[in-house]
């Protein structure tokens, strides 16, 4: 019986080791995403538990910054309300 466990015991460690020496070399599809500009983070929505990994190309993140920078324009830049002459609940 303790033959076993340690047998158990063994096999589990190198099992464990062999995962840590593959989990610390890069994938090779990771290395091309890499090459092509694509950048992958890890993102957790608003009322979520689980973070989601999520890719982005060069071409996404130059649209988002220029959604963004629109945004922003139209925030600072935009009318401004106003409100109607006798409308207390405005003032």
Known sequence: MRRAALITTAAIAALLAGCA????????????????????????????????TVCTTPAERERQAIDLQ?????????PIPTCPPHDMSCH
């Open 21 to 52: 020496s593959v989990a610390a070399n890069p994938k090779p599809a990771d290395a091309t995403l890499a090459a092509r500009g694509v950048e992958c983070h890890r993102e957790r929505t608003t009322g979520t538990l689980i973070a989601a």
């Open 70 to 78: 629109q945004s922003k324009d139209s925030l600072y830049n935009g």
